[in-house]
């Protein structure tokens, strides 16, 4: 996406921006999904859209494969040290055709959510995803990822073990994976403890989930030094819906109950599922070099810069100005 | 050479080492690759005075010198986006964080880039992500070893998700390399962190650190915050990553050029046959 | 349906569970399949009674029956190896520690290779290797799933090397499937430990356990004597060994046969192209 | 190998045995290899050899990639939780050729066996091993493996942090690995900790190598019930060099020095180069169709088995013997 600097500087709203969404190619328009953020009415504030991202009634992944899947059978463990409850996947069927389903697990209530790690996954949480992304590989099965996570865990035992190898890998893995991938946010898309599972054919978003390269919290911390302005840095970071979908960053909008998913796990199962197997009938016929062709193409021409056919070289300093610093 | 550029320099003519307090001049530093004499301490240094010390003298071509951050969220915190990307520009003499281009190490062509700690933390926006994925790109249509030297942060948090994003964009090119058999070292240099760390920092056939350089996910301040407990010693340093299984060598700075040298040479794209000849 | 070949069988009526301690009527366990009603202990069954609890009725074609070992050491310890071949043909009734066969499993047909503890402690030497490699084969020509169903002490030690030699040629045709994307389910019941858990054991596609089957590459008496160390809680055990990460279920053995039926027919192999219906 | 009942009773001297090793396909007979077993005079007793293999001045990897290769560079880690110094591994040249190495590694005295844990590596160590295995592939460079453990270290963190899967993940990436493979049993090939590094194209022995299936203390105390009966287990497991080229283990023996490796460390590397690089230079111009397909016969062909034509069915016992044990 390359634009005049005039149109960048305009910033959001800007043409550009909302081209990428109208670029992300032949969704079907049949009212599943919102894929024209200039039809959302009545949106909620950023700040609203993080109370309600994290609400604890929200459905979270186990309530969405119950409701969405059938028969699912969940798998278990990383084959090298833990299975990570905060991270859930395994086997089932979607609309009457086998799948492989993995997501990011918080609880729905305070206990549950100790359990989980508050949704939080360990090194090994990654890991057993990737082995489930193998898994539906090797018998060409589509894979659902379900995203909904604060981050990845910062304790010191996940960066002994590797916490950001483990992510890397996971990316790394679905860019280059032989099977159709839909990725849906459900809640909170937190940093890149969210993108390890949201390299994908296709990345959804429930209409009140947020996707984001930091927390509210943390980057009010660094940018205002005050946990305080939260709801400002919120704003700016665009991380609700419609600015993900006016950025490019996810494809469509699943849309959620009156009020928000937390209202009616059915209903909103039944949107989820529907969005999944309409992007799943589409992507299942196409041959997979294809399929990885457009992948890398859908995450290549995402960024916004500007690049002046001439331009004037930048200030060079003087070596010893640079030596000293100055 | 100019090596020199540094966070630590406190005057004009000498410095203190941070980690054994000697008093080092700073003509004798620089000599020295910004490597104190006495501990071995290895001051960061500018992504200029890196790739000097790294290419075959003369080699470097750069590429995409120009590329420039747009204000994709309009972003303003205590100042704009824009007025950031100034200063950034001003402190550092650079465009963005990272320098790209074509060059030899060793003689083996490679393509390079190099991130700037100076240009608002190293910090991984769209142009970042962009040039580096044109470096991967050239990299694969010409069947050279990429070599990047990571020294970030993590993502820029003023392009917002746009940010986050460029993680995944940039994998995606490595990852092509992977599977063509070209092959990609990493360089972690103080300090890498974050989504930088956790994208392609860590995914080189080969990952190289210098020595003491913090590496880690979350900064260690963060997970000290939220943990609550003590630390282990050499927590996110380079030889502790090592020893946990995520670095193959620390190589200090005087050996680095020669290491890469080897590297790259070793590891040479083939057509396919198995590489019996050097 | 005869259930019910136990070591744990003190009397010719009732059976006391080494678990609870509930007598239990010997009629009343092998109507059970063998697990006790009470606490759900789940008794060791022989290699028969497995496949008949597994395959659809009467689908059940076993392959090379008269497979036998031979004695290429000429292994002689307090007995020589021949001695306790017929020995243990006598007390399992079976001519090895592994049947194999094409069966069905909920209409999908596959390969099945079934061991049996009581033939030398289910040990692996030359038949068992033969035997599941021709298994294994089988299921790549015909692309049909392959189920095996282990129950081992290890590598036979009469056989020597060459019964180590059998963990890598089963291994080598297993793996050919999971290139040709023919899935391969492992089953692991009390006790899988050693060459086979080393091997094949640890590399289905999928990985099932029965409940507190003992699970491990070192006997745990073993383990504690070397170290000397106590171990932790249900060490070893399915439970465990799913918790660290290298089981994906432990299945009761009541819903074992459904399970491996949903699972054959989730993965059943295709040509390559996206399998995106029933 | 297939025989009748009657060659195989007659133990290892049969010529169903002998017969093996002359299939073992056609290694170079300049003198570098020993390969037919009927050549050797003079062999220790099995006894012996298992005191030469485990002779703490016996070349280790270390000591042999130090003089056999050039420019070697070690690579660390397993990328998930480790580096383990009982395994040993990195790129180097090998007479101008460049290679992947990887061996387990033993100490020289009391206080580097403790630092490298005897040779007894944690399941890292396999899985450092893959790594390394994956890298030669990825750059088609050759792969020399070097074999040298008393097992794999069965101690209750190797159990926890799956043991039984590293090993087996190592013999199952070997026999798939698309890139020329040749393994040195240098020492003590303990068990499946040494065959997760044997799983090659060529398979050497130092002469006074053992390969076994338990170390000749564990099969004592199994089957005589007595520790002190290891040197007839010793000679009842056939572990012994000659015997392992006669049953076709391994496809030929390198010579050692008069006494024994441990007299002449370079010697004994002189030996172990001229004998690989010969392997490689056959081995590098076959085709990897070829080469995997010979691998996977390599040991398919391996085990004494008797396959009559027809039999007399085992006796069956009814339904209520089986039940009630007897
Ligand atoms: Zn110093
Ligand atoms: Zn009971």
């Not at chain 2, 281009?101 to 933390?121: H, K, N, Q, W, Y």
């Not at chain 2, 070599?147 to 820029?156: D, E, K």
């Not at chain 2, 092509?176 to 300090?191: E, F, H, K, M, Q």
Request: aromatic share 6%.
């Amino acid at each position: 996406m390359r634009d005049p600097i005039g149109t960048i500087r305009s910033g959001a709203t800007a043409l550009g921006l909302r081209r990428a969404a109208e670029d992300n190619g032949d969704l079907p328009a049949d009212g599943l999904l919102i894929v024209d953020v200039s039809g959302i009415s009545g949106r909620v504030s950023a700040w609203d859209a993080v109370k309600l991202a994290r609400d604890l009634k929200r459905p979270h992944a186990l309530d969405l494969i119950e409701r969405v899947f059938d028969r699912f059978q969940e798998l278990h463990g990383d084959r090298s040290f833990r299975d990570d409850p905060a991270v859930v996947g395994g086997i089932a069927h979607l609309d009457g055709h086998p799948v492989v389903v993995v997501g990011q697990q918080k609880g729905g209530s305070t206990e549950e959510n100790i359990q989980r790690n508050f949704g939080m996954p360990h090194p090994e949480g990654y890991r057993k995803a990737i082995r489930l992304y193998r898994l539906a590989e090797r018998f060409h099965l589509p894979l659902v990822t379900l995203i909904d996570t604060p981050g990845a865990y910062p304790g010191p035992e996940a960066e002994e073990r590797g916490q950001a190898e483990a992510i890397a890998k996971s990316i790394e893995t679905l860019t280059r994976l032989r099977t159709p991938v839909v990725a849906v946010v459900l809640g909170e898309g937190g940093s890149g403890g969210a993108l390890a599972l949201g390299v994908a054919d296709v990345v959804l978003a429930l209409e009140n989930a947020i996707y984001s390269v930091i927390s509210p919290e943390g980057c009010a911390a660094i940018l205002w030094r005050s946990g305080t302005e939260a709801e400002r840095a919120a704003k700016a970071l665009k991380l609700a819906g419609p600015d993900l979908l006016a950025l490019g960053i996810v494809d469509g909008l699943v849309p959620e109950p009156r009020g928000g998913a937390q209202n009616d796990h059915d209903a909103t199962a039944r949107s989820v599922k529907a969005a999944v197997v309409a992007q799943l009938d589409r992507l299942s016929p196409v041959p997979v070099t294809e399929l990885l062709a457009g992948r890398y193409e859908r995450f290549r021409r995402i960024g916004v810069f500007v690049e002046p056919e001439t331009a004037p070289a930048a200030p060079r300093r003087t070596w010893w100005k640079r030596v000293l610093g100055r | 050479m100019p090596f020199g550029r540094r966070k630590e320099l406190p005057s004009h003519l000498w410095t203190q080492c941070p980690d054994c307090g000697e008093m080092l001049f700073n003509k004798q530093l620089a000599r020295n690759m910004n490597v104190c004499p006495k501990c071995e301490h290895h001051f960061k240094i500018g992504a200029r005075e890196r790739i000097e010390m790294l290419v075959d003298k003369g080699s470097f071509e750069e590429r995409d010198p120009l590329l420039a951050p747009g204000d994709p969220l309009g972003f303003t915190d205590t100042k704009g986006y824009p007025q950031r990307i100034e200063a950034a520009r001003a402190k550092s003499g650079e465009q963005e964080a990272v320098i790209t281009g074509s060059a030899r190490i060793g003689g083996t062509p490679v393509e390079l880039g190099v991130m700037d700690f100076e240009f608002i933390g190293g910090s991984m926006g769209s142009v970042v992500g962009e040039k580096l994925v044109r470096a991967a790109e050239r990299a694969l249509a010409e069947r050279n070893p990429l070599v990047i030297v990571s020294a970030s942060g993590g993502a820029r948090m003023q392009e917002g998700t746009l940010a986050l994003m460029q993680m995944a964009k940039v994998v995606a090119a490595t990852a092509r390399l992977g599977d063509a058999g070209i092959p990609y070292v990493s360089v972690l240099t103080d300090p890498t962190t974050g989504g930088v760390l956790a994208s392609y920092g860590s995914l080189g056939d080969l990952v190289l650190a210098e020595p003491k350089a913090l590496i880690g996910f979350s900064g260690a301040r963060v997970t000290d915050q939220t943990i609550g407990e003590r630390l282990p010693a050499g927590f996110q340093r380079a030889e502790f990553v090592r020893d946990h299984g995520f670095v193959d060598q620390v190589v200090p700075r005087s050996q680095l050029r020669d290491r890469i040298a080897f590297f790259v040479s070793a590891l040479r794209p083939t057509a396919g046959e198995v590489r019996w000849s050097l």
